[in-house]
């Protein structure tokens, strides 16, 4: 009962602040990128991608294997905070002398500075690697969600006054730092760690084996999930990478703002139960189940308002990101219950069959693409690519889960039945609306849409008998 109530009240204040914090940083992103050009973006976001591998680097698989070690002594968390400390002066300091390589390597002399001063977010991203584990272990999800929501108002004002007074891609880069710098106060203050001038390494070891194979995971996963955005720098342009980074972000909002809510907690709650694999998976498949529900009707939702959205969040200037988005938007429904399953390989203690999942991912994510790239040559292309990987990915997967719970394969596909239905429901009613009207105002095009939307799920569970059954699998968790 007591476990049940705090899995409840964390899923909550995870949600509310999250959904709080999408208002704000759409209200950001949105404002941003009126005052800021794609190229601004483009040049930044060849900068976040290797921001993203030393952060990476500096995490190396110790927060998770913090949370899920429930034996680490004081003591020995200090040890493992001092070394991640040691490693983001190191990584820190690398990534600074490494900007001179990047900004030859795509001929972009201002990417010197910009690299340069994002080095301080790697060596604050390696220091708040332990904190942030530890307040997950200890399930401080009220602290959490209010110090989320704090610092993106926080930086975001900071990023919006350096765009005002016309520091152009520099105010991306402070937005970023002072994001890190927050965090790591909050942190510090809330549970300040001390720090060891010879960290033992005996704490290192003892999370070693748990740690290298989430981080092996974490490696692969980086490559598959960045290569498109190394690439299109390179071999497309600056300009290219901003569209498609605007249209690639705007894909995953509801990905990590639908599965966050749930895979932010799903770690530390049932690792509290990792050895009974049938209850992690009957648990699971609800989760599975409410996520496609939500999911799938969305995907052919965001398809369809993908010029409402490019247009009303970004603003007109956008618009080549309008067809990328709209060949993304039909991978959401599958990320949205595909970015969950990670959390339970890590319950599961098999971060191992995690590697393995990531690796098949990676090569699948790469072929597409290299195809995108190479042979289509178009962020159409690569689009396509990453779509037809998402499938395959999302197949090879379910696979391994399911086998490692020991689970039902049958009832596992039989999930979504209902999920695909909505879809269908959604994809003929929006179809229709197109063919019959059209509205120039893209809010109100975006908000009819929206009605039709609703409209098709809401008679397709009714007409379905599938509403009860809906309330039904939700009161069946909060029981759980």
Not at 325 to 353: H, M, P
Request: net charge positive; glycine share 6%; charged share 10%.
């Amino acid at each position: 009962m007591i476990l049940r109530n705090q899995f409840i009240h964390s899923v909550l204040f995870t949600a509310g602040a999250k959904y709080i914090g999408l208002v704000v940083q759409l209200v950001i992103t949105g404002i941003l990128s009126r005052l800021l050009t794609p190229k601004d973006f483009g040049v930044i976001a060849i900068a976040t991608v290797f921001i993203v591998f030393f952060n990476l680097l500096c995490d190396i698989g110790i927060g998770v294997a913090v949370i899920q070690n429930k034996t680490l002594t004081p003591t020995e968390t200090a040890s493992i905070f001092s070394f991640s400390v040691y490693l983001g002066v190191l990584l820190g300091l690398l990534f600074f002398l490494a900007s001179g390589f990047i900004a030859d390597y795509y001929s972009q002399p201002m990417l010197i500075a910009i690299c340069r001063l994002l080095s301080l977010t790697v060596l604050f991203a390696s220091l708040n690697v332990v904190p942030n584990a530890l307040l997950l272990k200890e399930k401080k999800f009220r602290f959490i969600a209010q110090r989320t929501l704090l610092i993106q108002v926080a930086s975001g004002i900071v990023g919006i006054a350096a765009a005002y007074a016309g520091l152009k891609a520099y105010a991306l880069i402070l937005y970023a730092i002072s994001a890190s710098v927050f965090m790591f106060i909050f942190n510090y203050l809330k549970n300040p760690l001390s720090f060891e001038l010879f960290p033992k390494l005996s704490a290192i070891r003892k999370i070693f084996r748990y740690s290298i194979y989430q981080f092996l995971f974490n490696f692969i996963n980086y490559f598959s999930r960045n290569l498109d955005k190394l690439l299109i720098g390179k071999f497309l342009s600056p300009a290219s990478l901003g569209l498609y980074d605007k249209a690639y972000r705007l894909m995953l909002l509801p990905v990590e703002n639908l599965t966050y809510v749930l895979s932010a907690v799903i770690h530390p709650h049932f690792s509290e139960f990792q050895q009974d694999k049938r209850r992690i998976f009957d648990i699971y498949m609800k989760i599975v189940q409410v996520l496609a529900l939500v999911g799938f009707p969305l995907s052919i939702f965001l398809h369809f308002t993908a010029s409402e959205l490019i247009f009303i969040i970004f603003g007109r200037q956008w618009s080549a990101a309008i067809p990328p988005f709209e060949v993304l938007a039909w991978s959401v429904g599958l990320q949205i219950v595909l970015s969950s399953s990670g959390s339970i390989f890590q319950a599961a203690n098999n971060t191992k069959l995690l590697f393995v999942s990531g690796f098949l991912s990676a090569i699948t994510m790469i072929l597409g693409i290299l195809y995108g790239i190479f042979i289509s040559k178009s962020l159409i292309g690569v689009s396509f690519g990453l779509l037809a990987a998402f499938l395959l990915n999302f197949v090879q997967c379910y696979i391994l889960l399911i086998r490692m719970l020991n689970g039902d394969f049958i009832t596992f596909i039989k999930l979504f039945r209902t999920p695909l239905i909505l879809a269908s429901l959604v994809f003929i009613s929006e179809s229709l609306l197109n063919n019959s009207v059209t509205l120039h105002n893209e809010v109100a095009s975006f908000l009819l849409k929206s009605a039709v939307a609703v409209a098709a799920v809401t008679s397709g569970m009714l007409l379905l008998g599938e509403h009860r059954q809906f309330l039904k699998l939700l009161r069946s968790l909060k029981q759980q």
